[in-house]
């Protein structure tokens, strides 16, 4: 049910589902009433099969000639007739609340509908839900579009990239890397399913049951029912209303024998490994990855073998914490800086490094001591 947005002042019971005739017809009035606004207005596919809806989800760019930056939230709310709005500025969500006008479903075969609904709503006031996404260009409409589009096709394909070591979103494909942040692999979607070996073909003619969605998104060649999971670690909870997603995990669980193919069998492990390493080598982030790699040994290496803690013990400086600094400085400065220091401990070990460290503090007059500078 729509309305959540609006709980503080208003009762869940304000916001009834819609019937997919006044879902249909909710929708052609409202897309040309904001296309005034923005050049580029639509709504996500609708998953198949739905019986009812919540709301209405519109996706805007690119305000139109003459409103500049931003398109006054006033000028949004007058147009579409809302009473109340929650109104976010930048590249959010807002959400209005449109009055249904009494008898507005007769016309579309639901006037019973409509009368049972106000019968349990106060003072027989009830209301659309209208969330308007604004992004923040075409490429996050389209990216945005894609994910959210038939129903939870979107998590789904996120779930599945889960079980194959990668995670997929709203703003593309990363790569996991804990500790470490995700490597950013790509954030286009036409790019992701030709990875996954998915037919955009296929999607773009559309599914009528959800069985056909489920059976799309299994194709990717990367799918392995066998060591499929939805939840542990690295898995995200997925809240109980997202049906569709839930419906999918069963569905999948109970084809597992008898309909789906198993790939040959290697460790979960492995799998990810070499799917990881196809994906590196398809978005040409091979070589990105494994600088960073080496720039995380590197620093680990030089706080192992090249610390003010290190140092302080090689010098006997105790709390002289100026002069550790000036020898440091001054080893980074003779070996050509970190790089440098890295290859003289490569060539001489950390011994090696401790003995010059105590040449330049011979070089730079600095004397040992146990105290303070």
Same mark, same amino acid.
């Given at each position: 049910?729509?309305?959540?947005?609006?709980?503080?002042?208003?009762?869940?019971?304000?916001?009834?589902?819609?019937?997919?005739? +006044?879902?249909?017809?909710?929708?052609?009035?409202?897309?040309? $009433?904001?296309?005034?606004?923005?050049?580029?207005?639509?709504?996500?596919?609708?998953?198949?099969?739905?019986?009812?809806?919540?709301?209405?989800?519109?996706?805007?760019?690119?305000?139109?000639?003459?409103?500049?930056?931003?398109?006054?939230?006033?000028?949004?709310?007058?147009?579409?007739?809302?009473?109340?709005?929650?109104? *976010?500025?930048?590249?959010?969500?807002?959400?209005?609340?449109?009055?249904?006008?009494?008898?507005?479903?007769?016309?579309?075969?639901?006037?019973?509908?409509?009368?049972?609904?106000?019968?349990?709503?106060?003072?027989?006031?009830?209301?659309?839900?209208?969330?308007?996404?604004?992004?923040?260009?075409?490429?996050?409409?389209?990216?945005?579009?894609?994910?959210?589009?038939?129903?939870?096709?979107? *998590?789904?394909?996120?779930?599945?990239?889960?079980?194959?070591?990668?995670?997929?979103?709203?703003?593309?494909?990363?790569?996991?890397?804990?500790?470490?942040?995700?490597?950013?692999?790509?954030?286009?979607?036409?790019?992701?399913?030709?990875?996954?070996?998915?037919?955009?073909?296929?999607?773009?003619?559309?599914?009528?049951?959800? $069985?056909?969605?489920?059976?799309?998104?299994?194709?990717?060649?990367?799918?392995?029912?066998?060591?499929?999971?939805?939840?542990?670690?690295?898995?995200? $909870?997925?809240?109980?209303?997202?049906? *569709?997603?839930?419906?999918? +995990?069963?569905?999948?669980?109970?084809?597992?024998?008898?309909?789906?193919?198993?790939?040959?069998?290697?460790?979960?492990?492995?799998?990810?490994?070499? +799917?990881?390493?196809?994906?590196?080598?398809?978005?040409?982030?091979?070589?990105?990855?494994?600088?960073?790699?080496?720039?995380?040994?590197?620093?680990?290496?030089?706080?192992?073998?090249?610390?003010?803690?290190?140092?302080?013990?090689?010098?006997?400086?105790?709390?002289?914490?100026?002069?550790?600094?000036?020898?440091?400085?001054?080893?980074?400065?003779?070996?050509?800086?970190?790089?440098?220091?890295?290859?003289?401990?490569?060539?001489?070990?950390?011994?090696?490094?401790?003995?010059? +460290?105590?040449?330049?503090?011979?070089?730079?007059?600095?004397?040992?001591?146990?105290?303070?500078?």
């Amino acid at each position: 049910m729509g309305g959540s947005a609006f709980s503080a002042i208003l009762a869940a019971s304000a916001f009834p589902r819609l019937p997919p005739a +006044v879902y249909q017809a909710l929708k052609a009035k409202m897309i040309p $009433k904001i296309s005034q606004f923005y050049t580029c207005v639509g709504v996500p596919l609708e998953a198949p099969e739905k019986l009812d809806y919540g709301d209405l989800d519109l996706l805007v760019t690119i305000p139109a000639p003459g409103f500049g930056a931003a398109v006054p939230h006033d000028a949004i709310r007058k147009a579409i007739g809302a009473k109340y709005a929650n109104e *976010m500025e930048g590249n959010r969500t807002s959400n209005y609340a449109v009055p249904i006008r009494v008898g507005e479903w007769g016309s579309l075969g639901h006037g019973t509908d409509e009368k049972e609904k106000r019968a349990i709503a106060d003072n027989g006031e009830i209301y659309y839900q209208v969330d308007i996404h604004n992004c923040i260009d075409k490429a996050e409409y389209s990216r945005v579009s894609f994910f959210n589009s038939y129903g939870d096709l979107g *998590m789904i394909l996120g779930l599945i990239a889960r079980n194959s070591g990668l995670a997929l979103g709203v703003k593309g494909l990363k790569l996991p890397n804990p500790p470490n942040p995700p490597l950013h692999l790509t954030d286009s979607f036409d790019d992701i399913t030709s990875f996954f070996g998915l037919s955009l073909q296929t999607y773009n003619k559309g599914f009528k049951t959800k $069985k056909e969605v489920y059976e799309w998104a299994v194709s990717t060649k990367y799918f392995d029912p066998a060591q499929f999971r939805s939840s542990g670690l690295g898995f995200t $909870k997925v809240k109980p209303q997202r049906t *569709m997603y839930s419906d999918f +995990v069963t569905w999948v669980e109970m084809s597992n024998a008898s309909h789906l193919p198993n790939k040959p069998r290697i460790s979960r492990e492995c799998r990810h490994a070499k +799917v990881r390493e196809e994906a590196l080598i398809y978005f040409n982030k091979k070589q990105e990855f494994e600088a960073l790699s080496k720039a995380r040994s590197d620093r680990s290496r030089l706080k192992e073998s090249f610390s003010g803690s290190l140092v302080r013990d090689w010098t006997k400086l105790g709390e002289c914490g100026k002069g550790v600094k000036l020898i440091m400085d001054e080893v980074r400065r003779r070996l050509g800086g970190e790089d440098g220091v890295l290859e003289y401990l490569d060539k001489h070990g950390e011994d090696g490094v401790k003995k010059f +460290v105590r040449e330049v503090q011979v070089d730079l007059g600095i004397q040992s001591n146990a105290g303070r500078c």
